[in-house]
């Protein structure tokens, strides 16, 4: 008997590759798309409207209604939709507002089921929601802490969005955090955020072939029923592993740039961030691999050769173009682009960016020129591990309430429960180092990696919840010191930005 999916964001990247996978099988799925009416949309959808395997709502995720008559009936629930960057970026409060209320109403939806426990919701979080996580603490796995970058309201909007949904008490959900997805498209992105990633920043990649296959796959019938209530981080694999300085040697040989250290030739080292921006090397990507096997395994080097395919012929001209010029050209006017260009922050002596992008202009004017700037490739196949606070040894479901009191204090905190709840989705009571009380589920708290939502970012005190945290500190104190001044007010982010 076929199945019902309704797919979220089904004209973007993931979700339009969603899309094409999930078609591809219309002999085993009837699928409903929730999309923004605009003539992009209409035109990419237009060749299956008259499938009637194939249903198109035109309306809203932040509209209940809209979202409810898409949940009616459906067996899975594939949320990929959602504000991203660079629009996120610039709009602040509205990512937010979308993002949150989306899952608010996805929920709601599916509670509003005669039978809620017959769909399976499954989300696309982000790798952003772990933010910084440069050498030395590049390897990363889920339940390392949530640390959000400062200025990223998209990954708060997905940070909240996953607690609503973890401890929610739908039986059957799955959070799937997304990393940095290679595209056709991605050769175009000539915007001042570009600069915002450290040239010693690592993200291990997925393809958009693979991330589609993902979205086809995890709707199969034969997925385990371990898989569920868990959190996975999405790759291609350790092949997909790469510096940031190794992705842009990639990306520019792709359009035509040839030979060794292209990126030196092209930018200057102190266009590019030190820190604040996301990305880390999985020490437990593979776990997805072996469950949904959706991977591709074309070697990294020849998916860049395949993207120089469909690389636009203005790029792959710019190839022959002299290095010197562009870099004095195009390339240093986008570092100087006003609000966003790295350059203009130090220009203008932007000193809330400078210090959470650079840590100080001390540091900033440290970098000086490539002979100076070292380049560092950590290996990739020694991984390390961060301390959970828990004996992770023991089975998950047989914690007591011992070991969440262990883990507490590991976060500064204490466990204000005297005993566990039905099961580990069950939220109990906890209080930060700060006085604050909240309930969230062991679920979320040791293997999502969340904590005290009152602290979660705004105003980004980061530093002071490191000093209590000793869960948080092993990614805050690896890239900050505790002389850092670390707080960013909400109102001075709103004012610089719009």
């Known amino acids: 008997m076929k199945k019902t999916v309704f797919l979220t964001g089904g004209s973007g990247n993931m979700g339009f590759a969603g899309f094409k996978e999930l078609y591809k099988r219309k002999d085993m799925y009837d699928i409903v798309l929730l999309n923004l009416d605009s003539k992009d949309a209409r035109i990419k959808f237009t060749p299956y409207m008259s499938d009637p395997a194939v249903k198109c709502v035109w309306g809203d995720l932040t509209n209940y209604e809209d979202v409810l008559s898409c949940v009616n009936g459906a067996d899975y629930v594939l949320h990929v939709g959602g504000l991203v960057s660079p629009t996120a970026d610039y709009y602040p409060e509205k990512t937010l507002f979308t993002n949150i209320t989306a899952m608010e109403n996805i929920v709601k939806a599916v509670k509003a089921q005669p039978d809620p426990d017959k769909v399976k919701v ?106 569920w209530r868990r959190f996975y981080n999405i790759s291609s694999g350790a092949d997909y592993r790469l510096t940031n300085y190794e992705f842009e040697q990639l990306l520019l040989n792709s359009i035509g740039m040839r030979g060794e250290d292209i990126p030196k030739k092209l930018f200057e080292p102190n266009w590019f961030i030190l820190q604040n921006f996301h990305g880390q090397w ?28 469909s690389a636009p012929a203005v790029y792959k001209l710019s190839g022959a173009a002299p290095y010197e010029i562009l870099k004095k050209t195009m390339m240093r006017d986008i570092a100087k682009t006003p609000l966003y260009g790295t350059k203009a922050w130090i220009d203008n ?147 610089f930005a719009r």
Not at 138 to 155: C, E, K, L, N
Not at 195 to 224: F, M, Q
Not at 456 to 478: C, G, R, T
């Open 122 to 227: 499954v989300y696309i979080g982000t790798v952003a929601q772990t933010g910084d996580r440069n050498y030395p603490t590049h390897w990363g796995r889920t339940g390392d802490p949530i640390q959000i970058s400062v200025y990223d309201h998209y990954a708060i909007s997905k940070t909240v969005a996953e607690q609503l949904l973890a401890d929610s008490g739908l039986k059957y959900w799955v959070s799937l955090r997304q990393t940095g997805i290679l595209y056709p498209d991605i050769l175009k992105n000539m915007d001042p955020i570009m600069y915002h990633v450290p040239i010693n920043g690592v993200l291990e990649w997925v393809t958009l072939e693979d991330s589609g296959r993902l979205c086809a796959k995890v709707c199969n019938a034969r997925v385990p029923e371990g898989f």
């Open 282 to 309: 999985y020490t437990d990507a593979d776990e997805l691999e072996e469950i949904l096997r959706f991977r591709h395994n074309v070697p990294v080097k020849e998916y860049f050769r395949r993207l120089s395919k």
């Open 349 to 495: 002596g932007i000193k809330d960016r400078i210090t959470a992008y650079y840590g100080s202009y001390e540091r900033y004017d440290a970098i000086g020129s490539w002979d100076e700037f070292e380049v560092i490739i950590p290996d990739k196949t020694e991984m390390s591990y961060l301390d959970h606070g828990y004996d992770e040894a023991k089975d998950f479901h047989s914690l007591k309430i011992s070991d969440m009191k262990k883990a507490a204090e590991f976060r500064g905190g204490a466990c204000l429960s005297r005993r566990l709840g039905k099961d580990m989705y069950t939220p109990i009571k906890w209080r930060c180092a700060h006085g604050h009380e909240f309930e969230m589920s062991p679920n979320l708290v040791l293997k999502g990696g969340h904590w005290c939502p009152e602290c979660l970012p705004m105003p980004w005190n980061y530093d002071e919840i490191a000093k209590h945290n000793p869960f948080f500190a092993q990614v805050w104190y690896s890239h900050h010191s505790p002389e850092e001044n670390n707080v960013y007010s909400e109102s001075i982010y709103y004012g």
